[in-house]
């Protein structure tokens, strides 16, 4: 072990060698960390926790045409999953049509393609949607996937106000680290704030958006930095609710979060408990919520995509368990176990079956999961709490002076700190200082290959033949008059959900009703 090694967290927090009470100056219990379930909630937000429910197994996944995915949900239901999340391919994501120029290439590639109501259709095909809650990843077009989702649940004939799950519908993290945006920000604002509109009155089991540190973290943040970052989105949302005419406490508690699960263990604990404390003292005393069950922060955790190596990728299926463990003693509500494969494709079913087990093992047979908060009241747990929090109240500070998150922004100051936390952790990893199995240390000259996903190369044809069957196939006026409708209604204050919802029943496509939103918006063009 090299004498001038660097003991500190992922964030920077310097480590010592032991701690005790000394080191939690200033640190009241019954004021600093209560008991589960109770303010400020540092200690999970339910008083027994997993004791009277595991968190749900959510496997994220999607890819190929909505017939395959629609099978691997199949699958994994079959194995205990509790919870589909779905992956949209990047055409999807981004408003195009499979047949669009540019999605050529792409189509079904890095989730399922849908491009009409047709295929979500075949994608949710005998999914019990009463039972079984959907978590669907996508953000510039949620609206248009959302009113795909509650068209289905009409058609089926089961109740909208038993449907559960979440869009993630958090645009404002495109802008700062995941860029696929559509529209200019005030735009991509009044279509969250439409969606938290429509949810509250119609979906009352929905959670109408999962604001993301997942992508941020991905990008290159520090821990310190996807929380800071992370919250500030929110307390924007929550603005722009508020401006929009929406009551608090009507559509505080369905606000949900999503949070990467990295390497570093204890600060990953830590992280997720300053997180609920943090937000609950924000919804608490500086929005003025009334309920409690608006300070609650309730949060998905997907480990970390980043952390997999191509190099002996069997070592990722330990990385995952010891974060799934972290995600776990944290306090997560629901929770993805990434693939040991997913550095060189999309994961086999053995390799979905294995990261499933992974969460199931830690469930029943760890023991993690029957105290509330295990690691509550350990001296360095609670030290790296604190000081998560303190570091990411001075960042919530800093983004205030500015004049809030857009502002911060506009100026490419967010962009600029993530980019630098991102170049100081690769630089550690190529001097050798962050070692990382594998790949700067512990080389294998020897590698087994392992079997991988290959997706079929007639994809892209298949799903661009049936897009056209649909097209020659549906109302031409009646799809005419719906995004003529949706048009008109873009350029006034009308709630977007209910003409997006007619286009949709309609059968036009992704790429039409984004077009024609796109006319009325404009384009956002990164400065």
Request: glycine share 8%; charged share 20%; hydrophobic share 40%.
């Amino acid at each position: 072990m090299s004498s001038d090694r660097r003991f500190e967290t992922t964030s920077g927090i310097p480590l010592k060698a032991c701690y005790g009470a000394g080191d939690l100056e200033g640190f009241d219990p019954d004021r600093d960390l209560g008991l589960p379930g109770e303010f400020p909630f540092a200690r999970g937000i339910q008083p027994e926790m997993y004791r009277s429910r595991f968190w749900t197994m959510r496997q994220y996944a999607g890819f190929g045409t909505a017939a395959e995915s629609n099978a691997r949900f199949k699958y994994l239901l079959a194995l205990g999953q509790t919870g589909l999340s779905v992956a949209f391919d990047l055409p999807t994501q981004m408003g195009l049509d499979s047949d669009a120029a540019m999605a050529a290439g792409e189509v079904g590639r890095a989730g399922v393609a849908v491009d009409t109501l047709h295929d979500m259709e075949r994608l949710l095909d005998n999914i019990p949607l009463e039972q079984v809650s959907i978590s669907m990843t996508i953000n510039s077009t949620a609206a248009i996937l959302l009113a795909m989702t509650i068209a289905v649940v009409k058609k089926q004939g089961a109740s909208l106000e038993k449907l559960s799950g979440t869009v993630q519908n958090d645009i404002l993290k495109e802008y700062i680290a995941r860029g696929t945006y559509l529209y200019p920000p005030s735009a991509s604002l009044r279509l969250t704030t439409d969606i938290l509109s429509y949810c509250s009155r119609f979906l009352p089991r929905w959670n109408p958006i999962s604001i993301s540190g997942y992508h941020i973290r991905e990008a290159g943040s520090t821990a310190v930095q996807e929380v800071a970052f992370t919250l500030a989105n929110a307390a924007t949302y929550v603005e722009a609710a508020l401006r929009a005419g929406l009551e608090l406490d009507s559509f505080a508690p369905r606000l949900s979060f999503f949070f990467n699960v990295h390497n570093h263990f204890l600060e990953e604990v830590a992280k997720f408990r300053a997180a609920r404390r943090l937000w609950a003292k924000t919804m608490r005393f500086r929005f003025g919520a009334r309920s409690p069950k608006s300070w609650l922060l309730r949060f998905h955790a997907q480990t970390a995509g980043s952390t997999l190596t191509a190099q002996q990728p069997e070592v990722n299926a330990v990385r995952v368990a010891l974060q799934a463990l972290a995600a776990v003693l944290g306090g997560a509500q629901s929770l993805h176990t990434n693939a040991r494969d997913e550095a060189l494709s999309l994961p086999t079913e053995e390799a979905a079956r294995l990261a499933l087990r992974t969460q199931q093992v830690i469930a029943w047979e760890s023991g993690a999961a029957e105290t509330a908060d295990p690691l509550g009241g350990a001296y360095a747990v609670e030290f790296l709490t604190n000081a998560i929090e303190e570091k990411c109240q001075e960042y919530l500070d800093r983004i205030e002076a500015m004049g809030g998150m857009l502002s911060a922004i506009a100026s490419g100051y967010i962009q600029r700190e993530i980019q630098q936390a991102a170049y100081e952790y690769q630089k550690a990893i190529e001097s050798g200082e962050r070692v990382i199995v594998g790949v700067n240390r512990f080389q294998s000259e020897r590698q087994d290959p392992i079997p991988i996903h290959r997706l079929d190369p007639g994809i892209e044809t298949s799903q661009v033949a049936a897009l056209r069957k649909v097209k020659l196939e549906r109302d031409g006026p009646a799809v005419e008059q719906a995004l003529s409708a949706l048009e008109k209604d873009a350029s006034g204050p009308e709630n977007l959900l209910p003409p997006i919802l007619r286009a949709v029943e309609a059968y036009a496509t992704v790429g039409e009703i984004s077009d024609r939103l796109r006319k009325v918006f404009g384009e956002h063009t990164e400065s």
